[in-house]
């Protein structure tokens, strides 16, 4: 089925916030070469208002952000207004961190280094399970 929507048929659109510009243009081509469309920022504040404009139907949310704006403050105002996916990605890998992650609302948490096909794997399985996508 792709990175079409079960409601209506429109492309899936994937906010990705990552301070890496290689990790974020990375993600974002192997998710445009899958059929989504893909929207990248590169820091919270950046994230913020690329997810209240583009209104994503997933997230993936890096932990450390450049900014002052830190993952955890992304995620917690992105729950404030809606229940949209979001996969943590993170260096980090305390538990701690992990569990305050899943604690505040991501759904998935992924540590760099990460694999690509694991990475977009753990998207499908997070939009289906949401039920934004029908069974592949």
């Known amino acids: 089925m792709g990175a079409e929507s079960?409601?209506?048929?429109?492309?899936?659109?994937?906010?990705?916030?990552?301070?890496s510009r290689e990790i974020a243009n990375s993600v974002a081509d192997m998710l445009k070469a899958e059929g989504y469309e893909v929207?990248?920022?590169?820091?919270?504040?950046?994230?913020?208002?690329?997810f209240n404009q583009e209104r994503p139907d997933l997230v993936i949310l890096d932990l450390m952000l450049p900014d002052g704006v830190h993952g955890f403050d992304v995620l917690r105002q992105m729950r404030q207004h809606t229940n949209v996916p979001v996969i943590m990605l993170t260096g980090r890998d305390e538990e701690i961190d992990r569990v305050v992650g899943i604690e505040m609302g991501a759904d998935d948490y992924m540590v760099k280094p990460f694999s690509m096909r694991e990475l977009l794997a753990r998207v499908k399985v997070v939009l289906r399970r949401a039920g934004i996508i029908g069974e592949a």
Request: charged residues 25%.
């Open 6 to 19: 079960s409601h209506g048929g429109h492309k899936m659109k994937v906010l990705v916030v990552e301070d």
């Open 39 to 50: 929207v990248v920022a590169y820091d919270g504040s950046e994230g913020l208002a690329a």
